[in-house]
């Protein structure tokens, strides 16, 4: 694992104690207490409905915990001003299983799009973009827009996507769930390369084949609780 380039060696994200529930039911994550530093790399597995997409969730802060405390980048969630909210998001590359493409955008356009938030040149952007494209087999349809791609197509968009500005964090649902055992290799290797530059990666999957080939450890939620295996 690509060791801390923190020199304080402290946690980027830390959650002590957290529960989260929706509204007034059961508590879907219970007494979550993890610590994330710079350069760490975990896969997260667990049944489904056992909260990984919540936890995720939290940790991209989507969500506030209903108790407990989280921090990120030394900022309380529960005390976060808007401005700073935005500018923590932007260090965040984030992979969920329905992908949130922009339908009237091709595929180099959502790809650049955070890019573009963050004020790079376009000429920046033709020089980095397409070699991304490319690298998650896609050059072919740089110019073709989301609805006339397959679901493993999209999900590859929407991973670019997620790394192109090499995100301090990145976060991951099942990244490789809808594509081929080659592709889904050579996707870990472009998270490994941003994990060698120091890139924290956190990656929910089903796959023993991927956590065996990768020597990571692995956080495991059951019924809400979270464990390092």
Known sequence: MQKSNN????????????????NAGPEVLKDINLELKAGDF??????????KTT????????????????RIFGHDVDNIKQYDMAHIRRKIGIV???????????????????LRIAGKSEKYIQAHVPELIEWVGL?????????????GQ??????????INNPEILIADEPTGN???????????????LNKMGTTVIIATHSTNLIKQFNFPVLHLQDGYLTKE
Request: hydrophobic residues 45%; proline residues 5%; without cysteine.
């Open 7 to 22: 020199p304080n060696n402290k946690p980027i994200i830390s959650l002590q104690n957290v529960g989260l529930r929706y």
């Open 42 to 51: 975990y896969f997260l597995t667990g049944a489904s409905g056992a909260g």
């Open 55 to 70: 936890l995720l969730k939290l940790l991209h802060l989507a969500h506030k915990p209903t108790r407990g405390k989280v």
């Open 96 to 114: 969920f299983q329905d992908y949130h493409l922009l339908d009237h955008l091709s595929v180099l356009d959502n790809v650049a799009l955070p």
């Open 139 to 151: 050059k072919s349809f740089i110019n073709t827009k989301p609805k006339l791609l397959s679901g």
């Open 154 to 163: 999209q999900q590859r968009v929407a991973i670019a996507r997620a790394v």
């Open 179 to 193: 594509v081929d055992d080659e592709m889904a290799k050579k996707l870990l290797f472009l998270f490994l390369e």
